[in-house]
């Protein structure tokens, strides 16, 4: 994005009529004369005003007017200054910017205006989530096929068992081989009921083996789960912080812009005044 500012200069001419500006002035018109010639000025004013701010002679709505009313002339004027406020960029806040990029990464700078990064955390977030739903399903798929593995070759009952009875039967031969080991470490409080649903026998320690392979690999694809995650969470927080700071940018280039630079000169200059020419110069 092109930031350098440009530059409109906005040119207002100021009819005087106070003080000896006033006072030379009368001495050759009349009243009539006066607002007359107050009129056509202004309406010269307006008409300089409005091209300049806006570069297009066809916005200048009273060109064809030999002589339009004061009242459209300043009519005139606030609309062509009405325009340019309008068309200067509004400020951003930086708690929404923080709080989009919080719910979807690259949301944040795309509010404040600058997307060419933003679409980077969108994009990551994206592959982030697309790994996480493949590992979940391929570690759940791992989990199922080792349970169906023990259910035929152990035995075992699927029904109101925890986590760690499937890495019990994982560990040891039989249902008795743990009770034993439990029971040396007196641990009593652990020992399954060998006529319950908690038995298991695996014949040989092969199928044991491959049971307990399988089991393993699936809770290594759910721990990857949670770095993916955390990285999710890690991609939400840079994209806010870099929101911010891109807001915080975007509202520093505004406030320059709104700086206006003032001069005033005498129209005709000193011996014969006719007016005060204004020049606003404001970057954009």
Not at 124 to 145: C, F, I, K, R
Request: contains cysteine.
């Amino acid at each position: 994005m092109n930031n350098k500012p440009f530059v409109t200069r906005v040119k207002v001419i100021i009819i005087c009529s106070i003080c000896t500006f006033h006072n030379a002035f009368t001495q050759h018109v009349d009243g009539a004369e006066h607002r007359e010639w107050m009129r056509k000025n202004l309406f010269q004013g307006v008409q300089q005003t409005d091209f300049l701010v806006h570069r297009d002679p066809a916005s200048r709505a009273f060109q064809a007017s030999e002589s339009p009313s004061l009242a459209e002339a300043l009519a005139c004027l606030q609309n062509a200054f009405s325009r340019q406020a309008k068309t200067s960029p509004e400020k951003k806040s930086v708690g929404m910017a923080v709080l989009y990029s919080l719910l979807l990464p690259g949301m944040g700078e795309l509010y404040a205006g600058n997307y060419s990064t933003g679409k980077y955390f969108t994009i990551v977030e994206g592959a982030l989530w697309l790994t996480l739903g493949s590992l979940h399903w391929y570690a759940t798929w791992l989990q199922d096929d080792a349970r169906r593995f023990a259910v035929q070759h152990a035995q075992i009952s699927l029904d109101g068992k925890g986590d760690q009875y499937f890495v019990d039967i994982g560990n040891f031969a039989s249902v008795y081989k743990y009770n034993e080991a439990v029971l040396r470490g007196r641990d009593d409080f652990k020992v399954y009921d060998p006529t319950s649903s908690f038995y298991w026998n695996w014949g040989n320690d092969l199928n044991r083996e491959t049971y307990r392979e399988l089991r393993v690999a699936s809770d290594e694809r759910f721990n990857d789960t949670r770095f993916v995650a955390a990285a999710i969470g890690v991609n939400h927080l840079i994209s806010a912080i870099n929101a911010a700071r891109l807001t915080i940018s975007h509202n520093k280039n505004i406030a320059k812009s709104d700086e206006l630079y003032i001069r005033a000169n005498v129209i005709g200059g000193i011996a014969h005044p006719h007016g005060i020419a204004i020049s606003v110069s404001k970057n954009f």
